[in-house]
């Protein structure tokens, strides 16, 4: 299932005539931080959110980190 979401996910971003990329971090309630990469597809008049990956933040979540967390969820969408 996790690979059929992820090639769908794929094809539909390379089709895409606009997108846009997000990121937010979130804590939980047992105290644990994560952030969550979100691109965001213009479709006609529509705009459509698709979750790329959602990573636990280790280290106090650094720019470094947060960069290399970006960094791999575009190389993963672009399929470098």
């Known amino acids: 299932m ?3 979401v992820f090639t769908s996910t ?4 390379h ?13 939980m ?9 979100h691109a965001y597809l ?6 459509i959110p698709i979750l790329l990956n959602l990573e636990i933040l280790v280290g106090g979540g650094t720019t470094n980190y947060l960069t290399n967390v ?6 993963w969408l672009m399929g470098i």
């Open 70 to 75: 970006i960094l791999k969820s575009l190389i």
């Open 42 to 47: 213009v479709e006609g008049f529509k705009h």
């Open 10 to 13: 794929k094809v539909v971003v």
């Open 2 to 4: 996790h690979n059929i």
């Open 29 to 37: 309630i047992d105290n644990q931080s994560w952030v969550n990469i």
């Open 15 to 27: 089709v895409a005539v606009y997108f846009a990329i997000s990121c937010n971090a979130v804590t």
